[in-house]
């Protein structure tokens, strides 16, 4: 125990030592490049011939479609993982006995200071909101539930199993790991469809979380407690609040008037600046949870 105290990261090196084979590090960034483009490529060809209800996920099968297809980015990061490294996918898991348990405690904790802080912020919900019928929403929020942990699982496989494990073997010190697949994942969030300030804090937001996760899954040498942390994220965002009509709407217990998204996205840049800072002060807040569900 004193040993993990002055090294808090010491389960790291385990995780990362079945990343032999990891070549230049132009490999390791070809390797990305080709996961985004294969994965790109697929999910334009198979949403972009579907209707908009379907593509946009505001129907629930549209919505269920939408986080099962992350399954193909499961297979192709376990793919270039075979040919590139010759490594067999279960490794990216790191530490296979606390990934379930890891993953338990963190999205329990997780999602119950997000439910407490919405709740102490929100005082209830907005007089607009529309909220769904509860019983509809509680049969359908098991199979949500399995898609959100399939669709986390497998960013987490990418992006803190393989990009992470693969970076460190080529760059031990913990500034290029804990930075690089984080910044890798805070790109993938970029939404053209945005605002250009909105699309950067997006980004950040979205960067900084993945340290967060890439820091738990150094404390504990597996993915499962940042699996935990995104996935009590997601739910929140997907199961319980979200704008009418949105994106990945059909899942959400209340609906916010559409002129909430349209507020949201007239923001000037100062709101833009206080709204992002205190999104990353509610990720330190996480990461705190989260360190105490497993104990790290």
């Not at 002055?6 to 990305?32: C, E, I, M, T, W």
């Not at 080709?34 to 697929?42: E, Q, R, T």
């Not at 999205?107 to 407490?116: D, E, K, M, S």
């Not at 945005?194 to 597996?222: K, N």
């Amino acid at each position: 125990m004193v040993d993990q105290n002055r090294d808090p990261y010491k389960p790291h090196s385990r995780f990362v030592a079945p990343a032999h084979n990891s070549g230049p590090p132009l490999r390791l960034l070809g390797a990305a490049f080709g996961i985004d483009f294969l994965w790109l490529l697929a999910a334009g060809a198979v949403f972009g011939v579907m209707a908009p209800s379907l593509a946009l996920g505001d129907t629930r099968p549209g919505l269920m479609l939408g986080l099962l297809f992350f399954v193909l980015l499961v297979a192709i990061t376990a793919s270039v993982a075979r040919r590139l490294h010759d490594r067999h996918w279960l490794t990216l898991f790191g530490a296979l006995w606390r990934v379930g348990p890891d993953m338990l405690r963190t999205t329990f904790a997780c999602v119950l200071l997000i439910a407490i802080i919405h709740l102490l912020l929100s005082g209830g919900t907005e007089p607009q909101t529309e909220m769904r019928p509860l019983a509809g929403w509680l049969a359908f929020l098991p199979v949500l539930l399995f898609g959100l942990m399939v669709q986390t699982g497998a960013e987490e496989l990418l992006y803190r199993g393989y990009l992470q494990q693969q970076t460190a073997a080529l760059f031990p010190h913990p500034i290029v790991w804990l930075v690089f697949p984080s910044l890798w994942f805070g790109l993938a969030h970029l939404d053209l469809s945005q605002p250009g300030a909105e699309m950067w804090a997006y980004v950040l937001w979205a960067t900084v979380l993945g340290i967060a996760c890439a820091d738990l899954t150094a404390r504990t040498g597996s993915i499962g407690a940042a699996w935990g942390l995104h996935l009590a994220n997601n739910i929140f965002a997907v199961c319980f609040v979200a704008d009418k009509g949105g994106s990945w709407s059909a899942g959400a217990l209340f609906l916010l008037p559409e002129s909430s998204a349209l507020e949201s996205a007239g923001r000037d840049l100062s709101e833009i600046i206080w709204g992002t800072g205190f999104e990353i002060f509610l990720i330190w807040l996480l990461w705190l949870a989260a360190r105490n569900a497993i104990r790290r």
